[in-house]
Structures are given as C-alpha cells and as structure tokens.
C-alpha cells in the first residue's frame, strides 16, 4: 500500500501522546446529573408532558424516602427515578441468592463505544445496587477475548467479534441483546473541503469485507479499493488523536468520538453506515452488538445471571426515560463533556431509532447476512455460526424468564414513543430531555455546536475541490 508503512510509522508514534492532544475534559466540572430519588418526587412545574414511568401499572412501589435530594445539585433539577422501587416488581420471581453470591464481585467489560451505555447506566443509576449486585466494569478493546479467557465474567461486545470468538472455540454464550444495525461514523479532518483531499484513511485489506467501508464509498461515490489509499490500522481513540494531529483525513468511529469531533471543532461528520442493516435497501435491523457471558459463571452462579438480564432491560429503559442523565452518566465515564454525551445520547435513542434495545432473535442475524450478502462479501466472512447450532451460542431463557418483556411494549406503555417520538430535531429532543430531568431551558449544556442545533447530522461535501 503506497505510503502505508510510513504513515502507520508516525501514527503509532503520535499515539504514544494520545490524550493531550485529543484534548482532556474535566468531567466532574460537567458532571450534574442526578443521583437517584424517591418516586415521589415531583417533575419541575414547567413540564407539560405525559409521565413517562417504566413500571407496570399494578406495581407498588416501597417506600424509600431515606434517599438523597440532590435537587440543589448545579445545573441540575430532582427527577423521579428509584430504582429500588424499579426492581421491585421483579423481585418475586428472581432465583433466591446463595451465600456465595452474595459475596462475588462479577467483573463487567464493555467496549469504548457508545453501542455500550447499558453498563454504564447500570452502575450510575443505582440499578446494580438495587439488585443486591457487586459490579466491578472495566473498559477494553479487547472484550470478547477476554471473557473468553474467563477474566470477564460478561461483557458488552459487537456480534461480529462474539462470534468468531466463539467460532474459534470460546467458552462464551449470549443471553441479551445490546444495540440494532450499528451505525458508525465517516469523520474528516476540519480541513478537508472535497472529497478527492481524502488520501489518508484509517483502512486496511479487511476493509473490503466491511460492510460499513462498502457502503461508505458508494454513497459517496469514492473508490472503495484500499490500496488507492495511505492506510493504517488503528483503534477508535488514536484515530481520534491522529485526526486532530493532522495525520490522517478520515476516521470510521462510533460515538463519542464523532460528537467530540465536532464539539472541539477539528472533524466533521460527512456519512453514516451501517454494520446491520439498510433501511433504504428493505432489510430489516440486524443485530450489532449484544452482552456476552463466560459460560462457567452461568453455571455456577444462575441467580446473578438473571439479576444482571434484568439491570441489562432497566437501565437500557433508564436511556429512554431519563436520557438528558443518561447521557451526562456516559459523558463523566467516557471523561467527555455533557455535550458530547447528550449528542450521543439523542443519536442512539432518537434520531438513528431505538438502536439502545435488550431484545434479540434469529431474523436479526439473518439480516445481517442479507446486509453482506448485497454488498457481494464473500460467505466465508459473513457471522455465521459455524460450530454446534444458533441455541449453543444464544440462551435466551433467562431474557424470557426475568426480562422486562418487549421494547415496543414498554416504549408504548411507558409514554416515550408520545413524548420523544422518532426523528426529532436535536434542539426539541433537548427542550424535552431537560423537562423530564429537571434542568432550567437556558441552560447552554449541549446547545454549543450550531450545526447540531440546526438539525444536521452529516455534512456535505462536493467531488473536487
């Protein structure tokens, strides 16, 4: 590849640099979100939505005022989530917990994308606590090898790489889903005014059978063949890093690196792909990312495993309640601003649909096969289960048994569907956002990058410059 050898060269030299030039933010100056509250608790006076409430209507909910008030938190208002009385519909059929489990500390992976916010919301919502569930999460590339290894007891991981692990023999299963299609994002250097003065890609010969490069360069109409380009293989966060350095045209990230992109003003968006799916070609979602489980830990100790399905369904619901929080949670943990968390928060719940989910079923496997299938990927890459059968690689019995049962249900139910319907502008989805969370309407948080506050997502470039 021309020029490959010395581009990766300066890049991995430039990585050894990383954070101070991705430029650091100090979350806790952000961090306002609200600690959990007593159900009681009342929406500010402004608000003129429907409740949402993600309990069933015949729960009864404890009585727990002893938790904190944090409504004179900076920035922030009370808002109305408990998730001791958000579990307690549940508990009745929960397996009891030995003695043993009482004790273990289960270690929870996920990987740096956005695809994985359930973890996170899991532990800052209280949720994990609630259950009577000691959670130590740690972030890492390297998910699915390390379950594999045992030294995860679950992780959040993409399919595709759950499945050749498992291809490969690892003692892995999946009991619940995490995130439909799997949009991801073109990011360009600020500088880059046509699409003939992208040279530098963070692309290699594997991009060929990617679906996401495929689909990349025929929207845009550039060339898809690697070669015709200096590439480099890296991670999501050096690529970052190489972007802003000037050391690379163009990036395939998913959030928060896009959104932090254009926060600090150094790349745009100019597409977004799809792993999973195709809207526009008729084939349905396709699953991209799920939360695996080492197959030793499920055994032996079954009564977490139910409780972590069901905090998995709660706090993917919390998402949907509470996003302008959710997103605030993601932001202090990913070390990012508010704004760049409640971007994301606003494309993964809203405008790029309900790709936050918990469900997951055999069609969506197949369309992801459909999906390469019509880019003419070869068989032999497609995830496909290639040892024992679809029921030796998925356990859905525990979603069936303690889940929340279905999205749809719960986002008809709960009201979400009424107050964020699909494909709001950003700048109404955060007027609402902050109504249900309790955050003054002049606040500035999240409203500092124009382009988000005029509704585009993707900037457009011409052929040549």
């Not at 299963?173 to 005014?193: C, I, N, W």
């Not at 499920?298 to 399905?309: F, W």
């Amino acid at each position: 590849m021309k020029n490959a050898k010395r581009l990766f060269a300066a890049l991995l030299a430039l990585v050894m640099i990383g954070a101070m030039l991705v430029g650091c933010h100090d979350s806790s100056v952000d961090r306002h979100y609200n600690s959990p509250t007593p159900s009681n608790s009342k929406q500010p006076e402004s608000s003129k939505q429907p409740e949402i409430s993600a309990q069933p209507d015949n729960s009864k909910q404890p009585d727990s005022s002893d938790q904190p008030d944090n409504s004179d938190q900076p920035g922030g208002g009370k808002i109305e989530y408990d998730p001791v009385a958000e579990v307690a519909p549940y508990l009745s059929r929960l397996p009891e917990m030995t003695d043993a489990d009482k004790k273990y500390v289960i270690q929870l992976g996920y990987n740096n994308c956005d695809h994985m916010v359930a973890a996170i919301i899991g532990q800052d919502a209280g949720i994990y606590e609630a259950l009577g569930l000691k959670v130590e999460i740690t972030k890492t590339a390297q998910v699915s090898t390390a379950v594999a290894a045992g030294q995860f007891d679950a992780a959040y991981a993409g399919y595709t790489g759950s499945i050749n692990s498992y291809n490969k023999g690892a003692d892995i299963v999946t009991l619940v889903g995490s995130h439909l299609g799997g949009a991801r994002y073109f990011v360009v250097r600020d500088e880059v005014k046509a699409l003939d003065q992208i040279k530098r890609l963070t692309i290699s010969e594997t991009s060929m059978v990617n679906p996401e490069w495929l689909r990349f360069s025929s929207e845009l109409g550039i060339n898809s063949d690697y070669s015709l380009y200096e590439g480099a293989s890296m991670g999501q966060e050096d690529s970052l890093v190489a972007l802003k350095a000037e050391q690379i045209d163009g990036i395939f990230v998913c959030d928060p690196y896009a959104s932090i992109a254009e926060l600090d003003d150094f790349g745009f968006i100019i597409d977004v792909a799809w792993g999973s799916l195709s809207k526009d070609l008729g084939i349905g979602w396709g699953q991209c990312c799920n939360e695996i489980y080492y197959r030793g830990f499920v055994d032996e100790h079954p009564a977490l495993v139910a409780r972590m399905v069901l905090a998995h369904c709660l706090a993917t619901q919390y998402m949907y309640i509470h996003p302008y929080n959710a997103g605030l949670m993601f932001a202090d943990t990913f070390g990012t601003t508010a704004d760049v968390g409640l971007r994301t928060m606003y494309l993964k719940t809203n405008a790029e649909g309900r790709t936050m989910n918990w469900e997951i079923s055999p069609q969506n496997i197949k369309n992801m096969c459909e999906y390469r299938k019509h880019w003419d990927i070869p068989e032999a890459e497609w995830p496909m289960i290639r040892r024992g059968d679809l029921e030796d690689f998925f356990d859905l019995t525990y979603l069936e048994r303690y889940g929340t049962g279905s999205i749809e249900e719960f986002l008809e139910k709960s009201g979400v569907k009424e107050i964020f319907p699909d494909g709001m502008a950003y700048k109404d989805w955060l007027e609402v956002a902050e109504t249900r969370d309790g955050i003054p309407h002049d606040s500035m948080v999240g409203k500092t990058v124009q382009k988000w506050m005029d509704g585009a997502v993707i900037t457009q470039l011409p052929a040549t410059s």
